[in-house]
């Protein structure tokens, strides 16, 4: 698989936040975001081929020099590699906890008790909307995350509609649900593209919706860009 980094820092985002992580980045994506913050691992040759092994050898090295057992698994877009569900195995066998941050356009494809998705809703300032489905995001459980990046009001209009249609369609699939297992939203979260919207107008929108209080959505910024240079690399 295309490798463009393997680096360990802390979670800049969702629910392992300001936690030590190990973030395999491979190259290649199958969007292309107008707000796009890693262009190096979509685009040109900043990478390198390794096998699985050689990746586990990398994760490995860091859980042996500093304890750190998340690993992150992000791009580019992951889930259009392959070997990544050789790779998940792998990580699951050997105990670590794994995120895949992936960008809405494949369903959720491999489950594991170690393993959750961060699955992005592409808004229209992305140059990306047309490409979203519900059907991805409805196969988010209640341990995964669905993100909305928002640069503009009518990307909040936009989130706000999806996510009460998503509510909506989870509660009917929890009520045709024989099994008796509850069929719960994922956890919501709400980030501005870097230097678009204020902050606090954010907030206040989050506040006033509705669905987004119902379905407890978060606003997060991203705390890597805070914590060192909004354009440095490897953090």
């Known amino acids: 698989m295309k490798v463009c980094e393997i680096f360990k820092s802390i979670e800049g985002e969702g629910l392992r936040t300001g936690q030590a992580a190990v973030f395999v980045r491979l190259h290649g994506c199958n969007l292309r975001c107008s707000y796009c913050d890693s262009m190096y691992a979509v685009e040109g040759s900043d990478y390198t081929q390794m096998n699985v092994a050689q990746v586990m050898d990398a994760v490995e090295a860091f859980r042996s020099e500093s304890g750190v057992k998340c690993v992150t698994l992000t791009g580019g877009e992951p889930l259009i590699h392959e070997g990544v569900e050789e790779l998940l ?129 978060r606003f997060q910024v991203q705390l890597h860009k805070v914590v060192w240079d909004p354009d440095m690399r490897g953090v």
């Open 89 to 217: 195995a792998k990580l699951r066998d050997e105990g670590f906890e794994v995120n895949i941050e992936t960008n809405g356009t494949i369903p959720c494809k491999w489950r594991n008790a170690n393993l959750f998705y961060t699955m992005d809703w592409k808004c229209a300032s992305s140059g990306m909307s047309a490409k979203m489905k519900m059907d991805n995001i409805a196969t988010l459980g209640k341990g995964d995350v669905l993100k909305f990046v928002v640069g503009s009001e009518d990307d909040l209009k936009e989130a706000e509609g999806v996510v009460a249609q998503l509510s909506l369609r989870k509660e009917q699939e929890s009520a045709g649900n024989s099994s008796g297992t509850a069929i719960g939203m994922p956890h919501i979260y709400i980030s501005p593209v870097f230097g678009t919207l204020r902050y606090e107008h954010i907030v206040e929108w989050l506040l006033s919706s509705k669905a987004m209080t119902e379905n407890n959505a």
